[in-house]
């Protein structure tokens, strides 16, 4: 479920739509705390992750630019991690380009029209649905490489993860063909403003529940099961590391698990609560609507903010994006000399530290991640 989605339980059930004519039939529930609060906190969070995940994944793409026209590599040359990378950051960057359309809609009303609203809907389903699997095939290329130790022919052959990115972005691109298709432009019968929201005007029920069951195993228990299960195998196969560097790599693993645990977690426990709700399990009450409202709109809100927190998990944590990075700004703000104390640093590091495994440094070192 999406912005577009979040209200269509208040508006159908707090108002008693008729699924064909949208027609309020009786007002039970009181909602004011409801949409006042989320006048004043969709607008500004939307804003503060727009503004993060712009600034962080137009670094990242420039970096990546720039490393690879360094390497003189064509299409394939990148690595796998690196094209899952650059596919990363451009569904985390079209998805943050939808946040702000919402954020009007949250402080003022929709005013881009129907087609607008469809279009963004779709692009945020798109985006939300790929950003998580790219995250998986991220975690599944680090296991190939580390586990495995995959010959360097499959290493360099980047058109195998550039065919795996098209497949996702083609199923993500089927999954937000529902947005287009019930993407309307409503009357909040509260306020009298335009909202953008899906509406199934038929067998609602049976497309909430379907949709919710296809949420949480593709945008979250599917991606969780392959990051832990690849990370679980990646920290076994560290074993023989040095401590210090095991400590460095279990870090790693424990803060990129549990950070899309931390964003997306709760969101779908809130979703699991509306479909429980929504098949009759749990008897619906005014006070379980209004926490199940504000719930899923604060629990949604932080699980965006994981296309903010991707930079940093999967770009900044590397020697040589940190390094890449350096030397873009130092060609920008013209400072040479920073480069040479940075060169010096990375190898005073590479010297106290080396590499983790013989495998996992064949595999990365054309890699901008590390």
């Not at 960057?93 to 469809?118: D, N």
């Amino acid at each position: 479920m999406d912005p577009t989605a979040s209200t269509d339980y208040a508006y159908s059930e707090m108002y008693g739509y008729d699924e064909v004519g949208l027609e309020e039939v009786v007002s039970p529930c009181h909602v004011e705390n409801i949409y006042g609060f989320a006048q004043k906190y969709s607008p500004v969070v939307y804003s503060i992750v727009f503004a993060l995940a712009v600034i962080g994944n137009v670094m990242v793409l420039c970096v990546i630019r720039r490393y690879r026209n360094s390497q003189n590599g064509g299409a394939c040359a990148f690595t796998l991690t690196d094209t899952f990378l650059l596919h990363l950051a451009i569904s985390d960057l079209l998805l943050a380009f939808t946040l702000p359309l919402f954020a009007v809609q949250g402080a003022y009303q929709w005013v881009f029209g129907t087609a607008g609203c469809k279009i963004s809907a779709a692009l945020f389903s798109l985006n939300r649905y790929s950003g998580i699997l790219f995250l998986a095939c991220i975690s599944f290329d680090r296991y190939l490489a580390i586990v495995h130790a995959v010959r360097s022919g499959w290493k360099r052959n980047t058109c195998h993860a550039q065919f795996a990115c098209a497949v996702i972005w083609i199923v993500c691109l089927g999954l937000s063909g529902v947005d287009i298709a019930f993407g309307v432009v409503v009357e909040n019968p509260y306020e009298g403003k335009n909202v953008c929201m899906v509406w199934f005007p038929q067998n609602a029920n049976q497309w909430q529940i379907s949709l919710l069951s296809v949420s949480v195993s593709l945008g979250f228990g599917l991606p969780l099961l392959i990051m832990l299960y690849c990370y679980i195998q990646i920290f076994r196969s560290l074993c023989n590391a040095s401590r210090r560097q095991k400590r460095k790599s279990l870090r790693l693993i424990i803060s990129l698990v549990s950070v899309f645990v931390i964003c997306w977690a709760p969101y779908n426990c809130f979703q699991l609560a509306d479909s429980l709700q929504t098949l009759g399990v749990v008897s619906p009450s005014c006070h379980f609507n209004q926490v199940l409202d504000i719930g899923i709109l604060i629990t949604e809100s932080v699980g965006l903010s994981h296309c903010a927190l991707n930079p940093l998990l999967y770009g900044f944590v590397g020697v040589k994006f940190r390094r890449e990075l350096v030397k873009m700004f130092n060609e920008i703000l013209g400072q040479r000399g920073w480069v040479g104390i940075e060169r010096l640093k990375e190898r005073r590091s590479r010297k106290s530290t080396g590499s983790i495994t013989s495998a996992e440094s064949e595999n990365t070192s054309y890699s901008v991640m590390v």
